[in-house]
T-cell receptor
């Protein structure tokens, strides 16, 4: 089985711009979660999508949004980028909506200048 | 809100030394516990998990963890580390929230360096 894929792998954006990141889960997985990873804060949960619906959301401002498509692929959008949004954004998929282990992608490294 | 604490942020060991990484969580109900590992240049991957049953769980590459409910702890151990264990280790807790779903909370990670 192919693993979780994320595109693009690297992005450089300017403050004020917006960005869209993409995630393709493992085939058959219906739940997709997004995380922000930074050296100081570790992994912080952004949101989870299951069956095209956002099920849970972390403590992030409304500039961070996402969606999930009928094929379980997911996108994450960050509007009005700030310097502090520079981070590794990880996508993880799991079989269902529950306490299942997650399978992580390689991440998208976002740098905001 | 639940939280996960990993007490050791950086650990440096020599090969063959024993390893114990601490993890404590704050949630009074039933939880599911995980340790994930991120080797240099690789994805985060599952090391081991605890859902129920025997509180001593074994994972890949000789790792094990013990769930002690009374201490809200899930410490990771390995009797003899190898250079290839150099990685970042994350403890994670899945706790239920209203509506039947689960929120995952990760610790900040422990960076382990093993000298040959």
């Amino acid at each position: 089985k192919a693993g979780v894929t994320q595109t693009p792998r690297y992005l450089i954006k300017t403050r004020g711009q917006q960005v869209t990141l993409s995630c393709s889960p493992i085939s058959g997985h219906r739940s997709v979660s997004w995380y922000q990873q930074t050296p100081g804060q570790g992994l912080q949960f952004l949101f989870e999508y299951f069956s095209e619906t956002q099920r849970n959301k972390g403590n992030f401002p409304g500039r961070f949004s996402g969606r999930q498509f009928s094929n379980s692929r997911s996108e994450m959008n960050v509007s009005t980028l700030e310097l502090g949004d520079s981070a590794l954004y990880l996508c993880a998929s799991s079989w269902g909506q529950g306490p299942y282990e997650q399978y992580f992608g390689p991440g998208t490294r976002l740098t905001v200048t | 809100a639940q939280s996960v604490s990993q007490h050791n942020h950086h650990v440096i060991l020599s090969e063959a030394a024993s390893l114990e990484l601490g993890c404590n969580y704050s949630y009074g109900g039933t939880v599911n516990l995980f340790w994930y590992v991120q080797y240099p240049g690789q994805h985060l991957q599952l090391l081991l998990k605890y859902f129920s049953g025997d509180p001593l769980v074994k994972g890949i590459k000789g790792f094990e963890a013990e769930f002690i409910k009374s201490k809200f702890s899930f410490n990771l151990r390995k009797p003899s580390v190898q250079w290839s264990d150099t990685a970042e280790y994350f403890c994670a807790v899945n706790a239920p929230v209203a509506g039947g779903s689960y929120i995952p909370t990760f610790g900040r990670g422990t960076s382990l360096i093993v000298h040959p």
